[in-house]
């Protein structure tokens, strides 16, 4: 099923919640991997983010967009399978896994509290898995707002709701 036509699913755990969302994609776990770990590919997808060092216990930097930078930590690392690491005080992770024919791209976000940035922010991931989703297997997506204003809606109303 395309990243398009569904929503992350967002359980309340017992310290914080968590988000998940799976893609199916028809690459590679190799191309899907690259996606992650070659810098002139994540650049297409996260302009932002730069792989230092891919290790457990490596680093990502982040680049602010005001002439600083945070350096994230790499907190799991397994060869084409996972990468999870530091977001700001949450925690992200990209775990893949493959079949004959695909491979499942799944995303999870994990965060204590529910904030105003915390739609945002899996919106903006969302939008994310669907640039990957493009790249490798298209179609491309063409503009970025258009999709994640809508994802946005949703996952504020979705989080709204666990609120209550």
């Known amino acids: 099923m395309s990243g398009y036509e569904m929503l992350a699913d967002i359980k309340k755990l017992d310290e914080g919640y968590r988000a998940s969302l799976t893609l199916t994609l028809a690459s590679s776990p190799e191309d899907?991997?690259?996606?992650?770990?070659?810098?002139?590919?994540?650049?297409?997808?996260?302009?932002?983010?730069?792989?230092?060092?891919?290790?457990?216990?490596?680093?990502?930097?982040?680049?602010?967009?005001?002439?600083?930078?945070?350096?994230?930590?790499?907190?799991?690392?397994?060869?084409?399978?996972?990468?999870?690491?530091?977001?700001?005080?949450?925690?992200?992770?990209?775990?893949?896994t493959s079949d004959q024919a695909n491979t499942l791209l799944n995303f999870t976000e994990e965060f204590r509290t529910i904030t105003d940035q915390t739609a945002k922010d899996i919106a903006g991931w969302h939008v994310c898995l669907l640039v990957i989703?493009?790249?490798?297997?298209?179609?491309?997506?063409?503009?970025?707002?258009?999709?994640?204003?809508?994802?946005?809606?949703?996952?504020?109303?979705?989080?709204?709701?666990?609120?209550?």
Do not use: C
Request: aromatic content about 14%; hydrophobic content about 40%.
């Open 32 to 96: 899907v991997w690259n996606m992650f770990i070659d810098n002139e590919k994540l650049k297409k997808w996260f302009d932002e983010l730069q792989m230092l060092d891919p290790k457990e216990g490596g680093t990502i930097r982040f680049n602010k967009g005001d002439g600083t930078f945070e350096d994230l930590g790499i907190h799991e690392f397994e060869e084409q399978s996972v990468l999870a690491f530091d977001w700001f005080g949450e925690l992200v992770k990209f775990h893949l």
């Open 133 to 164: 989703e493009g790249l490798l297997d298209g179609p491309k997506v063409e503009n970025r707002m258009s999709v994640w204003q809508p994802l946005y809606e949703k996952y504020k109303k979705q989080l709204a709701a666990l609120r209550e």
